[in-house]
């Protein structure tokens, strides 16, 4: 997924409700007033007791993340994914299949072994980027390179020839390993200020080096290994300590590895001092050909208006630098676990409630997309989409994605919410719809009240966003059992609602060109493809 959408959250719309204890408060009118504790439901009394007194998550989280570990899109690790979602519903006494949306070339993981072997011995922490090609399990050992500063294409092309048989170094070193808000605690104001100048000039140089090659940064891959070069190097740095963002190889032939921050420094400051450092690289990596891709969806049938749906989203896939725990373990698990709640305690709802399970959320919402346009039944009768997918923190802040009666029915189901869960979340209604960033906009496109429950920070977008640290130990627990409840609590009233709510959407205001705003369009899903 793309960064949670609450980092750009602007009050900037119709209304503004914040849930304090104890209070609502309308800002768009200037009230406050007080609100009664009200007497609370006996259904959700036995969410809360059963979330709380038989919580399923950190079982869930280890068969996820420690057994199947990540879930990239094509790869062994998401087939198993999708089986075990599959038999985890159904020992819940919870109808689930498995819907083909699409194939995707297979790519299985093998060993990354580097190690610098000149001019001294030092093992080099790195890893293969996804789909990366492979060294056939050969050790193939040679010197790395950096990309020169030359003037212009021409002069690239003349370099060219000089990367036959290296291993060449594409991205900028970056001048300090350090967060900038280990910087601003311990720096003096003069020496933050230069490390940053520093920085923002060599952003600069490097971003002029790269144009002066006449090509994007993702084609110089490619144009390198047909060059004869033996291996891409990378290293994307997250601006947090260890932390690389791992995402897909742009090579074809030869492999792509990113480094860490400090291995990627060392290499980089030998090469440009004329040490000539050589690294030996082990991969055996397996290219699987054309593999299905799967939404895995689970079903608590209505009694009274079967098809009728509340959907709880998630997307099952992830990157694979970590093991995928809050991009979207975390979400992945709380919905199991709202759903196994409610069959335990509700397990007749007047309406029937779908898990989606959404596969290739992370090359552009495909399993939901694809859901979306194969499901019109469904989509029609939608009375609502709550979506899980940025981190492990509690939910903060919730839009009304353009809905203009989302204040109303929102505002009834928040209620029924004990204040405990509810008193931090900050909502906007109506709001607008998002054009990106996770599943809930896919139905939002459709014309399906859909709704993002975007989580505290907990450092996700420099820490674990995908990033080699996106992993178990990150997970808080106590966090995602109060999604879990406040989740289960909206579903259950959503479900129970006497009729389908009202979808009008607001009036879009203008866009910076004065035109008026329009509706996000419903977009095409990619059903197959490599890489990105």
Sequence with gaps: MKLPEFTQFKVKHI??????????????????????????????????????????????????????????????????????????????????????????????RGISHIDMTHPRTKSIAGTQLAWSPTTKGKAIEAEVITLPEIKDSLGFRQWLPNVKGKYVMISMPQPTGRPDANWKEYATPE?????????????????SRIRATGLSPNSIPSVLEDAGAVGILTSYWSMEFGANKIF???????????????????????????????????????????????????????????????????????????????????????MMEVARVLKQVLPNPKRTILIGLWGSEEQGLNGSRSFVLDNPDVIEKTQAVFNLDNGTGRVANISGSGFVHAYDFMGRWLSAVPREYTKDIKTDFPGSPGSGGSDHVSFVAAGVPGFMLSSLSWDYGSATWHTNLDTYDKLVFDDLLHNVILTAVLTYKASEEPQLVNREKRLLPAGPDGNPGTWPAIRQPRRSGVGY
């Design 248 to 334: 897909g190889a742009r090579s074809h032939k030869v492999p792509s590895l990113d480094i860490s921050l400090e291995d990627y420094g060392i290499l980089y400051r030998l090469a440009e001092k004329g040490y000539a450092p050589k690294i030996k690289v082990e991969t055996s990596s397996k290219h699987l050909g054309n593999v299905p891709s799967f939404n895995t969806i689970a079903e608590i049938k209505g009694s009274q208006f079967p098809n009728e749906y509340v959907i709880l989203s998630a997307h099952l896939d992830s990157w694979e630098g970590g093991s995928g725990a809050t991009d979207n373990g975390t979400g992945t698990i709380a």
């Design 191 to 207: 020496s933050l200020a230069k490390m940053q100048s520093n920085r923002d000039s060599l952003n600069r140089a490097w971003a």
């Design 15 to 108: 209304a503004l409700i914040t849930l304090t204890a104890g209070l609502w408060m309308n800002t768009a009118h200037g009230q406050r007033f007080q609100r009664p504790e009200p007497k609370l439901d006996p259904m959700v009394e036995k969410i809360i007791a059963e979330a709380k007194g038989n919580s399923q998550l950190e079982n869930l989280a280890f068969e996820l993340l420690d057994v199947v570990g990540p879930r990239l899109v094509g790869t062994p690790g998401m087939t198993k994914a999708n089986e075990w979602a599959l038999k985890t519903f159904e020992k819940w006494g919870i109808p689930a299949k498995n819907q083909q949306f699409g194939e995707w070339h297979g790519w299985e």
